[in-house]
């Protein structure tokens, strides 16, 4: 069992930078890989960035690619999500999961465990 709990989460303008955090507890975080997933009211949840056990590899959603990135330190049991430029269609609930899943496809199925969620508003 990971139990996973994310902050960082608040209301930042248009073109600023947040750098959200996930901390997990239970069993050997490096065995995990984790993910970022986002969800606005009334739309599924979609797919953020993810990273592999050792932080070797990551993915990202192309609507992010070189706006956000996705961080690890096995030793912290934790994963950071720095987001930077944000805009105000990044406004949403954002959720970190962790997987024992290989990631073949980005997928709210491939993940065993998920955080709370905490709220991004990037106002216009």
């Known amino acids: 069992q990971v139990q996973l709990v994310e902050s960082g989460g608040g209301l930042v303008q248009a073109g600023g930078s947040l750098r959200l955090s996930c901390a997990a507890t239970g069993r050997t975080f490096s065995s995990y890989g984790m993910g970022w997933f986002r969800q606005v009211p009334g739309k599924e949840r979609e797919f953020v960035a993810d990273v592999n056990g050792s932080g070797s590899r990551t993915y990202y959603a192309d609507d992010v690619k070189g706006r956000f990135t996705i961080f690890r330190v096995n030793a912290e049991n934790t994963v950071w999500l720095q987001m930077n430029s944000l805009k105000p269609e990044d406004t949403a609930v954002y959720y970190c999961?962790?997987?024992?899943?290989?990631?073949?496809?980005?997928?709210?199925?491939?993940?065993?465990?998920w955080g709370q969620g905490t709220q991004v508003t990037v106002s216009s």
């Open positions: 999961a962790a997987r024992l899943r290989p990631l073949t496809t980005p997928t709210m199925a491939k993940y065993d465990y």
